[in-house]
């Protein structure tokens, strides 16, 4: 059971454009709402989070945007880059789960063109 | 500082042997799990531990086996291969408070 799905599976945008990943879950105890971005042969690092007291939060080109009412979150890639390239994973966790576990999307592959 | 590491990089299994992929961190980290990567079924969790001496499971915990006793080293051990178990592992950790997880290069597994 997936508890965090996420779409589209992969997306190809022009340098410049924009792209946009979104997630839904199900689960309304989750409290807590990271974005990690992964290049090839490398492990995941975060790249940017929410918790649901927000509606929004931006970190240079990078945007999440949540939605609490509709069980659903994204992330918009502004202004984007080659260097953006990369495989992007949505994952939520709630304090109260016993070692605050993730839940992971099952990725976004995000390719930029020049 | 080396964070996460994991070794090894890659290793080939035949069906029924057994290994050990290692895991350590030298950032004083309570928390740290085990995830396997596949095609479109993103990270899921094998097991965890929220410090020496406890460990737990997660969503795919059938196969695997893992203890904990040290801070800084969390293996995972694979009792008789499956080719099912061919995947790319990572190991994380983090401190209990904040929530950001730090992940190792991973070890991609293949198992014949």
């Known amino acids: 059971q997936q508890q965090v799905k996420q779409s589209p599976q992969s997306l190809i945008v022009q340098k410049g454009g924009i792209s946009i990943i979104n997630c839904a879950y199900e689960?309304?105890?989750?409290?807590?709402f990271p974005w990690y971005q992964q290049f090839p042969g490398k492990g995941p690092a975060l790249l940017i989070a929410i918790r649901p007291d927000v509606s929004e939060k931006k970190e240079g080109r990078f945007t999440i945007s949540f939605n609490k009412s509709a069980k659903q979150f994204s992330l918009h890639i502004m202004d984007s880059q080659p260097g953006d390239s990369a495989t992007y994973f949505c994952?939520?966790?709630?304090?109260?789960?016993?070692?605050?576990?993730?839940?992971f999307g099952g990725g976004t592959r995000v390719l930029v063109k020049p | 500082n080396a964070g996460v590491t994991q070794t090894p990089k890659f290793q080939v299994l035949k069906t029924g042997q057994s290994m050990t992929l290692q895991c350590a961190q030298d950032m004083n980290h309570e928390y740290m799990s085990w995830y396997r990567q596949d095609p479109g079924m993103g990270l899921r969790l094998i097991h965890y531990?929220?410090?020496?001496?406890?460990?737990d499971q997660g969503e795919v915990p059938n196969g695997y086996n893992v203890s904990r006793s040290t801070t800084e080293d969390f293996p995972l051990r694979l009792l008789s291969a499956a080719p099912s178990q061919t995947s790319v592992y990572f190991c994380?950790?983090?401190?209990?408070?904040?929530?950001?997880?730090?992940f190792g290069p991973g070890t991609r597994l293949t198992v014949t």
């Open positions: 994952a939520a966790s709630t304090a109260q789960a016993a070692g605050n576990k993730l839940t």
């Open positions: 689960n309304t105890a989750f409290d807590y």
């Open positions: 531990s929220v410090g020496a001496g406890i460990t």
């Open positions: 994380a950790s983090r401190a209990l408070n904040p929530y950001e997880q730090y």
